[in-house]
């Protein structure tokens, strides 16, 4: 079973809001990642937990905050967003080492208003 | 810095003929190369992978990758096209060191009846 389940499909929130993107995978893997994508573009890095610790951070503005609570969660914090950050935010598990297959998830569709 | 390219914006193909789908990456040792597959409003799926061993790989759905350590090429190819294959395929390399996959700017395939 190669899933990694993500929460909500679709958010729509206001500039002032306060949400949460969330993502879950009972693989084992303990390397989980946040992309970005906007449409028709290759998805962007903009985090990787490795063991339950954030490893890189691809100079991600601070309204977004990533949280990794165990090794089969991974949440995503928004706040203060613009409407450029109108996305499909991905997130991806794998065992933690090189080379190894990274699997997504279906993706949640973000709309800033 | 690495880099995966892949030169065609969209390929055009009939349903029952061969597909390649190209792709080139910068050189770096032994390079770890991905292909993934993206229907309309869905997440990444998992195609192939070539980490070492045969230059051949074979995948999901009938794709196979070869890989061409001479033209630093890792063209994705199938037999026979199928109408339902027409997705968005982006071609990634590893980036040494992390767990961090580098994208190439996606590759548009339409297979029509």
């Known amino acids: 079973d190669t899933e990694v389940t993500q929460t909500p499909k679709h958010l729509v929130m206001g500039m002032t809001n306060k949400k949460s993107l969330k993502c879950e995978q009972h693989m084992g893997h303990r390397a989980m990642y946040w992309y970005k994508q906007k449409a028709k573009k290759p998805p962007e890095l903009m985090f990787v937990?490795?063991?339950?610790?954030?490893?890189i951070n691809e100079s991600v503005p601070s309204r977004f905050s990533p949280e990794c609570p165990n090794s089969s969660l991974l949440n995503l914090h928004l706040h203060a967003l613009q409407p450029e950050d109108s996305a499909l935010y991905l997130c991806?598990?794998?065992?933690?080492?090189?080379?190894?297959?990274?699997?997504f998830g279906e993706g949640s569709w973000l709309t800033v208003v | 810095a690495q880099s995966v390219a892949q030169p065609e914006d969209q390929v055009n193909v009939a349903e029952g003929n061969p597909l390649t789908v190209k792709c080139t990456y910068s050189?770096?040792?032994?390079?770890?190369l991905f292909w993934y597959v993206q229907y309309p409003n869905r997440g990444l799926q998992f195609l192939l992978k070539y980490i070492t061993g045969d230059n051949l790989v074979k995948g999901s759905y009938g794709f196979e990758a070869e890989f061409n350590k001479s033209q630093t090429s890792f063209h994705l190819k199938k037999p026979s096209a199928l109408v339902s294959d027409s997705a968005l395929y982006f071609c990634?390399?590893?980036?040494?060191?992390?767990?961090?996959?580098?994208f190439g700017a996606g590759t548009r395939l339409a297979v029509h009846p």
């Open positions: 050189v770096s040792g032994n390079p770890y």
């Open positions: 937990y490795s063991y339950e610790k954030l490893s």
């Open positions: 991806a598990s794998s065992p933690d080492k090189n080379g190894n297959t990274i699997y």
């Open positions: 990634a390399q590893y980036s040494g060191g992390y767990n961090k996959l580098i």
